[in-house]
C-alpha cells in the first residue's frame, strides 16, 4: 500500500535526521516512541475515536500560553530540528540551519533560504486551544508546541502557512492533493494523541479524505 511505504520512508527520514542531530551538537526533543504516522485504516479508527463537538472559545487564547521553541542543543532549537530533518543538503552552523533546500509539503515549493521556511503545526495552536487545550496548563500546552514525536511538525512555505493559518481540513487543505492522505493521517494521530475535539464538519472532511486513501 503506498500510505504505508510513505510511513516506512518517513520512520527512515527521520531516524537519519535524529542520528544527524546528535553528530551535529543538537539533541532532538523526544517522547513516548510510539508515534510513527497512522496508515489510512488506522486513522479512520483513531478518527471514529475522537470526541464530535463543536468549537470553543477563543477566550483567554494566546500563542504564548504553548511556548515554543524549546533548546535541542547549544543556541539552537525545535524549529533547527525540523529544518534538518524535512530538508536535504543541510548546512550549519553549529546545530543552527543556515542552508540547504526544502520541499514544502503543502504546495510543492522548493525553497533554499531557511528565512523562507515556517515550521507549521499540523494540528494548529488556536485550533488546539478550541478543541481542549484550553484546559491544559502551560506547560503541557508546550509540550504540545514542541512535539517532534508526533507528526505535528513539518517544515513548509511561508505562503502555505499563512493561508492555512488555524484552519481545520473543512476550511482548508493542501494545494498538493497528493498530500492529502498524509495530512489527513497526521491531522488525526496529532488529534488523538493529545485527546483534542474533531468538529463533525472536520470530521466529514477527514472521512472524505482518508477514504480516498484505502
Same mark, same amino acid.
Request: proline share 3%; hydrophobic share 40%.
Given at each position: 500500500m503506498r500510505t504505508r511505504a510513505v510511513v516506512r520512508t518517513g520512520l527512515a527520514a527521520a531516524l537519519a535526521a535524529a542520528l544527524a542531530l546528535v553528530s551535529a551538537g543538537c539533541v532532538p526533543v523526544v517522547d513516548e516512541p510510539d508515534a510513527a504516522p497512522s496508515d489510512a485504516g488506522n486513522a479512520i479508527q483513531q478518527?471514529?475515536?475522537? %470526541?464530535?463537538a463543536t468549537a470553543g472559545s477563543m477566550k483567554g487564547y494566546s500563542r504564548t500560553r504553548f511556548p515554543h521553541w524549546r533548546g535541542t542543543g547549544k543556541n539552537c532549537d525545535v524549529r533547527d530540528s525540523v529544518l534538518q530533518?524535512?530538508?536535504g +543538503?543541510?548546512?550549519?552552523s553549529g546545530c543552527n540551519v543556515v542552508g540547504g533546500h526544502w520541499e514544502s509539503r503543502y504546495d510543492g515549493l522548493v525553497l533554499t533560504d531557511p528565512a523562507d521556511v515556517d515550521i507549521d503545526h499540523v494540528v494548529p495552536l488556536a485550533n488546539a486551544w *478550541? +478543541?481542549?487545550?484550553?484546559?491544559w496548563d502551560d506547560s503541557k500546552r508546550g509540550d504540545f508546541a514542541n512535539d517532534l %514525536? *508526533?507528526?505535528?511538525l513539518?517544515?513548509? +512555505?511561508?505562503r502555505s502557512n499563512r493561508a492555512k493559518g488555524d484552519q481545520d481540513p473543512s476550511q482548508w487543505k493542501p494545494a498538493n492533493r497528493s498530500y492529502w492522505c498524509q495530512y489527513a493521517a497526521d491531522w488525526v494521530t496529532v488529534k488523538h494523541?493529545? *485527546?483534542?475535539t474533531v468538529t463533525a464538519a472536520e470530521k466529514a472532511a477527514l472521512t472524505d479524505m482518508l477514504e480516498g486513501c484505502k
Open positions: 478518527l471514529d475515536e475522537l %470526541t464530535v530533518r524535512d530538508g +543538503s543541510i548546512k550549519l *478550541r +478543541s481542549g487545550a484550553d484546559e %514525536t *508526533r507528526p505535528q513539518v517544515a513548509v +512555505s511561508a494523541y493529545w *485527546r483534542l
